[in-house]
């Protein structure tokens, strides 16, 4: 299993989709002061936010001209996230027209300068720890891509040590809050989302300043409810559709997380992200005791 990983600068990475020669190049990345950047660990409903935030952008598209998008990308074999595939990406994405929408799970550390040279915006997705974790497990279970763990305890002491692919849950989150007050920035949290997905989806669209009707807001929450994603999952995600859309849910932490080691992640996240801006966007009541 250990050959399914490779690590990068002290950051694991599977091996199936990075690659480390593409790693090396990823500073040659030109952003475009357009672009729209979606950042979130994973499992953090990134592929969630990805589709919200599409078909926001595209609304103003019809079907037709959506799907000459989509062909372009396609076309150009440009990857889901900016540190997927080949080297020759960097260069091929040049060609993509704009809006670009781009998505990775990076810390702002590991990111082309020239994003946050750029005037691109940057919207940060953060999940509450837990549920993170949750996932995590079962998608390095349920993914022959990543390794196998034989139990939810040595899987659990590899999340709090930062020993899963993209590092630390808990760096991440903290290299994130040193931007958190650049006015091209904008953090949103699963829990939100999940709780008025309109309401989310309203403060996205006036951050990138894309325009929209009340119709347009309610045909789209319906279209990326899990449900529906979770229906159209193997047309939209191929094999891994299983493994990405699982549960959905907020608060399934509760059903594998022991007492110990519920007490063991409020420390810890309070020791190495309380008080911080970005962990004030985490529900609270979501990650305490
Ligand atoms: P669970 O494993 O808790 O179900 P990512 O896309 O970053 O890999 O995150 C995956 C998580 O987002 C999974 O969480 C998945 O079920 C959840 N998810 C995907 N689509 C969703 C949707 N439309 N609504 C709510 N959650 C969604």
Request: proline share 4%; aromatic share 14%.
């Amino acid at each position: 299993p250990e050959d399914m990983l490779f690590s990068y600068k002290g950051i694991l990475y599977p091996i199936t989709v990075c690659r480390p020669e593409t790693l090396e190049v990823l500073h040659t990345f030109e952003a475009r002061s357009d672009d729209v950047i979606l950042v979130g660990y994973p499992k953090s409903g990134t592929n969630w936010l990805e589709q919200m935030v599409k078909e926001l952008a595209d609304a103003k598209y019809t079907e037709e001209e959506m799907k000459e998008r989509i062909n372009a990308e396609k076309k150009l074999e440009t990857f889901q996230r900016l540190e997927f595939g080949d080297p020759g990406i960097y260069e091929r994405m040049k060609q993509l027209p704009s809006r670009r929408i781009i998505v990775t799970h990076l810390r702002p550390d590991l990111l082309p300068p020239s994003i946050f040279q750029s005037k691109a915006k940057i919207l940060v997705l953060v999940r509450n720890p837990k549920d993170t974790a949750v996932s995590y497990y079962h998608f390095y279970n349920n993914l022959p891509l990543l390794p196998s763990y034989d139990s939810w305890d040595e899987y659990f002491a590899d999340f709090m040590n930062g020993k899963l692919t993209w590092g630390s849950y808990f760096d991440h989150l903290l290299e994130w809050n040193k931007y958190i007050d650049n006015e091209r920035i904008m953090t949103i949290s699963y829990e939100e989302l999940k709780e008025d997905p309109i309401l989310g989806m309203k403060k996205i669209a006036s951050f990138f300043g894309f325009s929209l009707c009340e119709e347009d807001f309610s045909r789209i929450a319906k279209k990326t409810s899990f449900k529906a994603m979770k229906e159209k999952s193997s047309e939209t995600h191929g094999k891994f559709g299983d493994a990405l859309f699982r549960k959905g849910v907020v608060g399934n932490w509760r059903d594998i997380f022991s007492k110990a080691q519920n007490e063991e992640m409020y420390q810890k996240f309070q020791d190495s992200l309380g008080g911080t801006k970005i962990a004030s966007k985490i529900k609270y009541d979501v990650y305490c005791k």
